[in-house]
C-alpha cells in the first residue's frame, strides 16, 4: 500500500482497492484504528493552553495589530535583540533550551551590522593589547 500512498494515481480503480484493503484491515483484521487524540499533562489546575487563551489572545485583539503574531514570533524577537545587543551566542542558547549551537545561529541573520560588530569586536581586543 505504500505505492498507492506515495504514487499520483487517484484514479478510480486504484482509491476503490485502497479503500476496499483499509475497511478489511479495520473490520475483518483489527488493524489500522485510529488514534485516540493526545491528552495533555497538567496537574489539574492549569490547562496548558491557558496562556494563550486567557493571556495571549485576548492581548492581540485588544492590541489590534492588524497582523497575525505567534508567541514563536516573541521568542525569535527576543532572541535576536539579544544577539543584537551583542549577547554571547552561547548565552543565547542556553536562555532559549536549544539543544544545538546551530539552532541557535538561525537567528544570526536578522543581524544587518553583524560584519560591522564583529570588525568593532575585533578592533576592542586589538587596541586593548597596545596599551
Keep these: 500500500m505504500s505505492a498507492y500512498n506515495a504514487g499520483k494515481c487517484r484514479c478510480e480503480y486504484c482509491r476503490a482497492a485502497f479503500a476496499q484493503y483499509r475497511a478489511k484491515r479495520r473490520g475483518e483484521e483489527g488493524k489500522d484504528t485510529p488514534r485516540q487524540p493526545r491528552q495533555r499533562d497538567t496537574d489539574g489546575h ?42 554571547d551566542l552561547q548565552v543565547v542558547k542556553e536562555r532559549l533550551g536549544h539543544a544545538s549551537i546551530a539552532t541557535t545561529e538561525k537567528y544570526l541573520h536578522t543581524l544587518d551590522d553583524a560584519d560591522e560588530t564583529a570588525l568593532d569586536a575585533f578592533s576592542k581586543i586589538r587596541n586593548r593589547s597596545a596599551r
Design 46 to 87: 492549569i490547562p496548558a493552553d491557558w496562556f494563550r487563551r486567557q493571556v495571549w489572545k485576548p492581548a492581540l485583539k485588544e492590541a489590534d495589530l492588524g497582523i497575525h503574531v505567534r508567541i514563536h514570533d516573541m521568542r525569535h524577537a527576543h532572541a535576536s535583540w539579544l544577539l543584537a545587543g551583542g549577547a
